[in-house]
């Protein structure tokens, strides 16, 4: 069974950093995107970075480009969002989540990736 454990959220004032882990167990994840999102009360869920596990392609958001970078270790199967210079409206719950690749692109949907994990909060002070 396939699990998503992420951890790493917290409180950090304006033009902090933070850095998110999630471990994923279960399976292989040779063949697998992982990808971080951000959800608030209210709104979708919003993608923010992924990553091919075997190329280490990535794709990013535009929102987040220059400030976030994902990044994997495969012992164990660990995947980072590296979040810098953060913003009041970054505050949101961040969950990463996993999906078989589907096409050369990197998908940026949530409807793409089939596992979840529970989320952790990040709230940034102005």
């Known amino acids: 069974q396939v699990q998503l454990i992420e951890s790493g959220g917290g409180l950090v004032q304006a033009g902090g950093s933070l850095r998110l882990s999630c471990v994923a167990s279960?399976?292989?994840?040779?063949?697998?995107?992982v990808g971080w999102f951000r959800q608030t009360p209210g709104k979708e869920r919003e993608f923010l970075a992924a990553?091919?596990?075997?190329?280490?392609?990535?794709n990013y958001a535009d929102s987040v480009k220059g400030r976030f970078t994902i990044s994997r270790d495969s012992t164990p199967n660990t995947v980072y969002l590296q979040m810098n210079s953060l913003k009041p409206e970054d505050t949101a719950v961040y969950y990463c989540?996993?999906?078989?690749?589907?096409?050369?692109?990197?998908?940026?949907?949530?409807?793409?990736?089939?596992?979840w994990g529970q989320g952790t909060q990040v709230t940034v002070s102005s």
């Open positions: 989540g996993a999906g078989p690749v589907r096409s050369y692109t990197i998908r940026t949907g949530t409807e793409a990736y089939d596992y």
């Open positions: 279960g399976r292989t994840f040779s063949t697998y995107d």
């Open positions: 990553i091919r596990w075997n190329s280490l392609r990535t």
